[in-house]
Structure formats: structure tokens, C-alpha cells
């Protein structure tokens, strides 16, 4: 089968080559004219203030939801590995934090075999329906782009779900139990019930008054008591047509692409108001792919992501090749000259991404380029001055004339989990439905994906040319998600983390990061940083960074929106010298770190 061949010896190359990419197919996201609501619930914690004390074990699970976790671990006693207990996660994520992935979306995965030194990316993105073409958004009457809430909540926006298919890719190839296994856990919770939590109840109570989560029978019978009032939180939800659905999925995975359950998800995607055009055939053909992982060396370590049609591992991997030539050990998280070249950085690379990257099966992404050493140390000079870059745009990497446009939403949503097994295997994986409540339609009890509006709603750029992020029947859209694993230069695991957050996700889980290879904080402390999110002329800071580094940004010329919330999801699980596991879940969500 096609691996991703990132033995522990190729990995250790790359210190000797400079640079270890593998040529795959892929794309990537961006910014919205309207932002989705925002998360009431999620900042549970301060950010920056004291984390709790980190779980350290053989092995471990981080990810957005304690039920998930212990289905996941539940797994791991019964002998099953990493693969066995992301198919747990998952299928219980779906059900109990609806708002943010489940069996209607997508996922990307990172798996690394302890035994072989293999690493795989497994795509599962989402597919646009054969009828899509570069005017998927497009109001015919006006002729200019929808509106984000007319796009996002429209059957126009619902992909071929793909996490369920790349999970029996993963199983087959990796999975020790039996693949029905994996549901029990979410089965056993839908038909009992689970109690709606804080988070959930506040994402339905914050989304219901500014978008038509009502505005479904389905939604509106499962979110909100028979008075029309957000489910309270303790309130004991159950969901039989869930349950029915894991059961059938424990049979056969293709159940959720052909029979009943598929007819199910297409009489709601063509539903009107705003009925889109996925068809039973859409589903039915839609495979998820074996990639080839983009790794690059960063210091003493290879940093390892997603290719396209993820941008995390590009994007990342530029922001911390820019800044490779900085001392960043000596400016901490406390200082100015720190964040200042992490903005610098980002914005540089997010420049790059929006212009270039899309789905290689359609165009073509200067992988390679991108991620070249002479274009990043050029790249990289221009952070080495004394005030804020002026204007920053794409620069012009080997194998290209001229960068592109983009017009792509920015939408937040998402889970991330780090899984590590007794026997080494890693699995970093992020999760969506993309936006809050996906597309709020549903069927067989979970929620359909709005995944298509990682599309750019305007195809075409200045010059009339289809953008690189233009829809197109059968295309991966753009994605920022970003599960990334760490090696040392023997090839040994060192490290997993990614997040959930649009487009932020990749300045989330850079800085992760930095925080703990740069920084030397614990996975739970560099979770917990505020986050900063540079991409174009404003730079968002999340409330908890110090005043006098904000003071000392904007006298360098930064225009900032600060003290805001930010939606991240960080889950990380790093590896001591001694081979402890030690585990950070983001405060912002309702997450723990987990041991057997």
C-alpha cells in the first residue's frame, strides 16, 4: 500500500538534507466577511494562569472531552491500539461535542508505528458533490459571492463526509480490534443518555439567536426543549437515531455511504430552503487517501504535519523555519522581541498559504518551494528589523511566476485528540464538522459538515483566473488543520499536538510549538499561552498576555485586537527522556489528559 515512508531513518535524513518533503495532493482556508459566533463557554480557564498538574503514564490520551477520552481508553485496556482508540474517540466526540466534528465530517491523521518507524497521513476530507463548479457561491441573481450565513447554511455547503472512511482505512491497516469495537462506547451513551455540559449548552444558547439552529426539525427537536429553550446544562440527553446509526456503522463503515443512512443524509442536503446537490453517487465513490507526510527539520528535531489539501504542514513548518535563525530559547513567552518575531513569522507564512496552497489534484502547490531553504532565509530576513513589517505579501517561491488570490471563509470548529499506546504508536488527529453545528442540518442523529465553505467564495482573482481554493466537483478544499508529530534526529517520537480554531488553527498549534521545543514549557503550560493570532494587518491576542508586551507591540507599529477570546482546542502529549508521557489539554474547552 502507498505509506507514508517516514522511517526513523529517513526522519534522521533530514538533518543531513536539510529538508525532507513528500510531493502529495492536497489544499487550504482563510478569512470571512461575517465571524461565526463566538464560544461563551469555551474559556473554562484563563489563559496563562496556573495549569493543572499534567497526567503522566505509558500511554495516554488528550483530547476535547472526558467521556471521549475514557472510550478511548477503554479501548487501549482491551488490547486495542492507537487506531482502535481514535475510531472510540471519534465516534463518542460525534455525540457528546456535536458542535465541533462527528460522523458527518472529515478528519486528518497522522499515525506513526513505534515497531516500523512508518509514518502515514490519512486524508479524509471532505469531497465536493460532481455538480459543484467554481460558482458553488455565487448568487445567480446578483452575481456576486453569498453571503457567509447563506453559504454555510445551505445544502451548497455539505461535503462527502470522510472521517468515518479513513478511520476503516486506518483500522485495516492498523487496527488490533475488531473494527465494531470502536462504536460500543457511543452506542452504549446515545441510548443511555449523557449529560449536556456547560460548553454545549452555551455554544446552543450563543448560536441560536444569530444563526437558524431552530431553523431545522431535526436540530430543533435535539437542541432545545419542547419551550424552545437551549437543553440546560446536567439535562440527561439521549439519541437513539445515533445509536442506530453506530450500530449499523459497527456492521459495515459503508453503510454511512450507501443504504438507508445515506438516503437519509441526502434528503437533507437537498432540503429546502437553500437544497444543494450531492447525490447518492457522491457518496457512494468517495475514497479517503494515504498521503505522504510533510517533515522538516527544525533545530534539533523534524517537525512533521499534513499536506494538502491540509496547510498545517506546510504553514507550520514555514513559521518555524523562519524562525530558525532567531534565538527564540533566549526571548520566552514574557517578551516582546519573542512574539514579536512569532507575528512576524506568521504573517509571513500565512501570506504564502492563502496565495498558494489548494487541492494538488486540481493545481498545482509549490510544496517544495514553500518550504525551500534559500526562499525561507530570504523570507526570513525581513523579520530582522527594529518595527513592524509595513505590508506583508505572498512572496514568489521556486517553481512559481506569480502568487494567487483567496476569498475563504474563516470559520472556527473542530476537535483535536493525541492518542500514544503502550507500544509506542502515535495518532495526532484533528476532527470537524467546520463551522459551529456544521451546516445545522442532520441525519441518522448527527450533524452534516458545511466543509465546502473552506472553498473561497469568490473563484476568481484580479486577473480573472480560477483562484487555487476554487470549488470544483470532486475537489478537497483548503484546510488549516494541522496534527503534527515531533521526532528527535534519531527518529524517535518526541511529541503530538494540533487544535481545532479556522485558519487560526495553524497559529495555534505553532505556537504549542515553540512553547515547548523553544520555550521549555510543559505541554500543559504551552497550551495554555495566550494565544496570538497574526494573519494580515491586525494581530489578535487572546486576554492573559502581559500589558507591557502589548504596550511594546504596538510602539513597534502593530495594530492589535486584543484581550479577546480565542477558540483553540490544543491537546498535546510529549515524551520525556525517560519515556514518561506527559499530557496538556486546553483550558478553553472541556478536555483532559488521560492515562490508562
Request: aromatic share 6%; proline share 8%.
Amino acid at each position: 500500500m502507498l505509506r507514508i515512508l517516514q522511517t526513523t531513518t529517513a526522519i534522521a535524513a533530514t538533518f543531513a538534507t536539510g529538508l525532507a518533503l513528500a510531493a502529495c495532493s492536497g489544499p487550504a482556508g482563510t478569512a470571512s466577511d461575517t465571524a461565526p459566533p463566538a464560544d461563551p463557554a469555551g474559556q473554562t480557564e484563563a489563559a496563562g494562569t496556573e495549569p493543572a498538574q499534567p497526567a503522566a503514564g505509558p500511554a495516554m490520551i488528550s483530547a476535547a472531552n472526558p467521556l471521549a477520552v475514557e472510550a478511548g481508553l477503554e479501548a487501549l485496556r482491551n488490547g486495542g491500539d492507537a487506531v482502535d482508540a481514535a475510531i472510540a474517540v471519534q465516534s463518542v466526540l460525534g455525540l457528546v461535542e456535536p458542535q465541533s466534528s462527528g460522523l458527518g465530517g472529515g478528519a486528518f491523521m497522522l499515525y506513526y508505528d513505534a515497531q516500523t518507524g512508518d509514518l502515514t497521513a490519512y486524508d479524509g476530507r471532505e469531497t465536493a458533490p460532481a455538480a459543484a463548479g467554481p460558482d458553488l457561491f455565487i448568487d445567480p441573481e446578483t452575481g456576486e459571492p453569498l453571503g457567509f450565513f447563506d453559504a454555510v447554511f445551505s445544502g451548497h455547503s455539505v461535503g462527502v463526509p470522510g472521517a468515518v472512511a479513513m478511520l476503516a482505512m486506518a483500522h485495516a491497516d492498523h487496527g488490533e480490534l475488531d473494527w465494531a469495537n470502536g462504536f460500543t462506547a457511543a452506542t452504549e451513551l446515545a441510548e443511555d443518555g449523557f449529560e449536556v455540559s456547560p460548553r454545549l449548552n452555551g455554544l446552543i444558547a450563543a448560536v441560536a439567536p444569530r444563526t437558524p439552529l431552530d431553523e431545522w426539525e431535526a436540530t430543533r427537536d435535539y437542541f432545545f426543549t419542547d419551550a424552545g429553550e437551549p437543553l440546560p446544562v446536567g439535562h440527561v440527553l439521549r439519541n437513539p437515531d445515533y445509536a442506530a446509526t453506530t450500530r449499523a456503522l459497527a456492521e459495515d463503515w459503508r453503510n454511512l455511504y450507501e443504504g438507508p443512512i445515506a438516503e437519509d443524509i441526502i434528503a437533507a442536503v437537498q432540503a429546502g430552503p437553500r437544497p444543494g446537490t450531492l447525490t447518492l453517487a457522491d457518496l457512494a465513490s468517495y475514497e479517503p487517501v494515504r498521503r505522504e507526510a510533510i517533515c522538516r527539520p527544525y533545530r534539533d528535531w523534524s517537525v512533521c504535519g499534513m499536506p494538502p489539501p491540509a496547510s498545517g504542514g506546510i504553514s507550520v513548518n514555514e513559521i518555524l523555519g523562519l524562525l530558525e535563525p532567531f534565538d527564540m530559547a533566549a526571548t520566552g513567552p514574557e517578551t516582546v522581541e519573542g512574539w514579536r518575531r512569532f507575528i512576524e513569522a506568521s504573517r509571513l507564512a500565512y501570506a504564502d498559504r492563502d496565495a498558494y496552497v489548494g487541492d494538488t489534484d486540481f493545481v498545482f502547490v509549490p510544496v517544495e518551494g514553500l518550504l525551500d531553504a534559500d526562499y525561507i532565509a530570504t523570507r526570513s530576513a525581513r523579520i530582522e528589523r527594529d518595527t513592524a513589517i509595513p505590508a506583508v505579501t505572498p512572496g514568489t517561491p521556486p517553481g512559481v511566476d506569480q502568487p494567487g488570490a483567496d476569498a475563504t471563509a474563516d470559520v472556527p470548529g473542530t476537535s483535536h485528540f493525541v492518542i500514544v499506546d503502550s507500544d509506542g504508536d502515535v495518532v495526532s488527529m484533528t476532527t470537524t464538522v467546520e463551522s459551529v453545528f456544521g451546516s445545522h442540518r442532520m441525519a441518522g442523529g448527527f450533524l452534516l459538515n458545511n466543509q465546502l465553505t473552506d472553498f473561497s467564495r469568490e473563484p476568481h482573482g484580479a486577473d480573472g483566473q480560477l483562484v487555487p481554493n476554487a470549488p470544483a466537483g470532486g475537489k478537497r478544499p483548503r484546510s488549516s488543520m494541522s496534527p503534527t508529530i515531533v521526532f528527535d534526529m534519531d527518529g524517535d517520537f518526541v511529541l503530538g499536538t494540533g487544535s481545532p480554531g479556522g485558519s487560526s488553527i495553524i497559529a495555534y498549534t505553532a505556537k504549542s510549538l515553540v512553547g515547548m521545543l523553544d520555550w521549555g514549557l510543559t505541554p500543559q503550560e504551552a497550551v495554555s499561552l495566550p494565544n496570538v493570532v497574526a494573519r494580515g494587518d491586525v494581530v489578535r491576542i487572546e486576554d492573559g498576555m502581559a500589558p507591557e508586551v502589548l504596550d511594546g507591540l504596538r510602539e513597534l507599529g502593530f495594530e492589535l485586537d486584543a484581550n479577546r477570546g480565542e477558540n483553540s482546542g490544543l491537546h498535546a502529549v510529549r515524551q520525556l527522556e525517560d519515556g514518561t508521557l506527559v499530557g496538556g489539554a486546553d483550558p478553553r474547552r472541556e478536555g483532559v489528559a488521560r492515562q490508562p
